[in-house]
T-cell receptor, first 113, second 114 residues
Framework: DADVTQTPRNRITKTGKRIMLECSQTKGHDRMYWYRQDPGLGLRLIYYSFDVKDINKGEISDGYSVSRQAQAKFSLSLESAIPNQTALYFC????????????FGQGTRLTVV | AQTVTQSQPEMSVQEAETVTLSCTYDTSESNYYLFWYKQPPSRQMILVIRQEAYKQQNATENRFSVNFQKAAKSFSLKISDSQLGDTAMYFCAFSPFGNEKLTFGTGTRLTIIP
């Protein structure tokens, strides 16, 4: 089983709809992140959380919100999806040292039509 | 703020040859980590190699090695004896010590030609 699991793997939604992407992890890490990948832009940080009571905006948080339901669960919501939110979304985790880098889920391909 | 630059959008090389992917970064931090991630067509992000900035010795993992030049803020990845399975997108990433957020470059798409 994957250490970091994202659901759904793929999703097509309509403009204006609310959608939630979910992430759960079994690595026991406190730190969790949501990244967005676009062609030619690499991965950009949307939100991150260092523990259950800590939520922080990343560089591209507009139009997104998150919820840290438990140490192991971190969900990303698009309140009113728009076409330019079409992208590949990754959840990641890391321990407090971060020297081992982050561990990624398998990504959610989101298409907004 | 940190920036990571990968100036080679695409590269290709014959199987069994050696290839070097370039990465430069800009930071005012003195302690940090650098990483190379591989993203094959399966889209999974896989950590290839990491380097601690306070270590002068270049990291090596089997066929993968880095050339870390701290003064030049350069962190290139060398893949020796390239294999078809090395075909992937490669991302360079930076993380300041004590702040685990990763800043990524835009990636290099590497194709290994049989």
């Amino acid at each position: 089983d994957a250490d970091v699991t994202q659901t759904p793997r793929n999703r097509i939604t309509k403009t204006g709809k609310r959608i939630m992407l979910e992430c759960s992890q079994t690595k026991g890490h406190d730190r969790m992140y949501w990244y967005r990948q676009d062609p030619g832009l690499g991965l950009r940080l949307i939100y991150y959380s260092f523990d259950v009571k800590d939520i922080n905006k990343g560089e591209i948080s507009d139009g997104y919100s998150v919820s840290r339901q438990a140490q192991a669960k971190f969900s990303l919501s698009l309140e009113s999806a728009i076409p330019n939110q079409t992208a590949l979304y990754f959840c990641a985790t890391s321990d407090f040292l971060a020297s081992r880098g982050a561990f990624f889920g398998q990504g959610t391909r989101l298409t907004v039509v | 703020a940190q920036t990571v630059t990968q100036s080679q959008p695409e590269m290709s090389v014959q199987e069994a040859e050696t290839v070097t992917l370039s990465c430069t970064y800009d930071t005012s931090e003195s302690n940090y980590y650098l990483f190379w991630y591989k993203q094959p067509p399966s889209r999974q992000m896989i950590l290839v190699i990491r380097q601690e900035a306070y270590k002068q010795q270049n990291a090596t993992e089997n066929r993968f090695s880095v050339n870390f030049q701290k003064a030049a803020k350069s962190f290139s990845l060398k893949i020796s004896d390239s294999q078809l399975g090395d075909t992937a997108m490669y991302f360079c990433a930076f993380s300041p010590f004590g702040n685990e957020k990763l800043t990524f470059g835009t990636g290099t798409r590497l194709t290994i030609i049989p």
